[in-house]
């Protein structure tokens, strides 16, 4: 079924930082990074209903009017169309799940594709449910959930925030240069100034190389935020601060250099935006002494690390590079920390009685080598972990998530509090 769609805000140009880090991104893992999944309709949603849906997302939102154009050598262009028509699939007697691995399987060709595919699927003519797949070049996390909520409303306030094409034209100006100076010199510095960590090499490497696993907790949300409260600071940081503490208990590298993900909306003209703008910044823990300590050093460095996470990721890239061939490539530890939260859920995270974690999946395809994220609420959290066991062992990875919450625990009752070592 084709559905015609028109929006305002056709150009051509650059990609802007948050598209480009997602590119580069794609580029290497080797695929879409795709964010959807399947929803189920209420009773007597309609065919013309699922099609008002994608038409309603077509015409506001330009990121899905989006296509990339190669330019040189160099990263593509992007060209947002003021219209045009896509096609919205109608399955019948077909498992949704199946739908949806096809849509995230099959490589998108950006230059003559745009960047999201929906499909409704019936079930004895009625519909059932809709599968909707995107790119991640679309949008990153925050994005999803503006996205899904303005939907849901079919809002008819105009659009917030710059689009990626006008941030890439900002990005460019006088202010968006002095910005990226800013964080190539904050990233530079702090690599160059942090003890080289050193990590006993993995006793347990595997193939398939990457393992991803799930913790979920309702302890550990709510020993964070009792922890954090103790001291009289938001909890947000408690989260980078427990995971430093367990990391240096389990490594004993006591100064890491983490790379917390920034959604960067706290940005003048990015609150908004329904487009990738998130990208890490770097904060660098000191994870030894008492939780207190800790919690107050992170806080401190997680407002640095966001500061200067709004960067052109060639340039730095570069930086990284220079100092690795100083320092090695041991100082550019890839652990990254992404907390989804928001102050609410981004999906439907179960209630454990207990803690509980489990291995999900084993790929070949590359990774970063530790990344945790972390969605849910201040009630439940749910921690998708995904590890290269060339850099912990399996067993080890699982350790780390068992070892933060009994930091936070430890933290949220004075008697208890765990103390990091003092080796590096």
């Not at 020993?223 to 503490?245: C, K, M, Q, S, Y």
């Amino acid at each position: 079924m084709r559905v015609t769609f028109e929006g305002s805000g056709a150009g051509s140009g650059p990609l802007s930082w948050g598209q480009l880090d997602i590119w580069l991104k794609m580029t290497a893992v080797g695929h879409a990074m795709a964010m959807g999944g399947v929803r189920p309709l209420p009773p007597g949603t309609t065919l013309d209903d699922v099609a008002g849906e994608l038409r309603f997302l077509m015409s506001r939102y330009e990121c899905l009017r989006t296509r990339l154009v190669p330019d040189g050598d160099g990263p593509p262009r992007q060209v947002v169309h003021g219209s045009g028509s896509i096609e919205l699939e109608v399955l019948d007697h077909v498992d949704a799940g199946t739908v949806e691995a096809r849509f995230r399987d099959a490589p998108f060709d950006y230059a003559h594709e745009w960047p999201v595919r929906m499909a409704v699927v019936r079930d004895g003519g009625v519909c059932s449910h809709v599968v909707l797949v995107m790119s991640h070049i679309v949008m990153d996390g925050a994005g999803a959930v503006l996205m899904m909520t303005e939907t849901d409303a079919r809002t008819t306030v105009p659009v917030g925030g710059h689009s990626a094409l006008e941030q890439a034209r900002r990005q460019a100006l006088p202010a968006g240069v002095r910005q990226n100076a800013a964080a190539l010199r904050h990233w530079d510095t702090h690599l160059r100034a942090l003890p080289v960590p050193r990590l006993a090499p993995s006793t347990d490497v595997h193939t398939p190389r990457h393992w991803i696993g799930v913790f979920r907790s309702t302890v550990l949300p709510q020993a964070l935020r009792e922890a954090a409260l103790r001291e009289g600071v938001e909890p947000a940081p408690a989260l980078p601060a427990a995971f430093a503490i367990a990391f240096a208990q389990l490594t004993g590298v006591t100064v890491l250099p983490l790379r917390l993900v920034s959604s960067n909306r706290f940005r003048a003209g990015l609150g908004g935006v329904v487009a990738p703008v998130s990208q890490p910044g770097l904060c660098v823990i000191h994870a030894a002494g008492d939780f207190p300590a800790v919690l107050h050093r992170t806080r401190g460095a997680a407002i640095a690390a966001y500061k200067y996470a709004y960067y052109n990721r060639l340039d730095l890239n570069a930086v990284i590079a220079a100092v690795i061939a100083d320092r090695g490539p041991q100082v550019a530890l890839d652990v990254s920390l992404n907390d989804r939260r928001l102050g609410g859920a981004l999906q439907d995270v179960p209630r454990p009685e207990r803690s509980e974690f489990a291995w999900i999946g084993r790929q070949d395809e590359p990774s970063n080598a530790l990344f945790l994220n972390v969605d849910g609420s201040d009630e439940a959290v749910e921690i998708t972990l995904y590890v290269d066991t060339h850099l912990l062992a399996p067993a080890d990875a699982e350790a780390l998530l068992w070892a933060m919450e009994r930091v936070a625990v430890g933290a949220a009752r004075v008697e208890e509090r765990i103390v990091a070592p003092t080796v590096s």
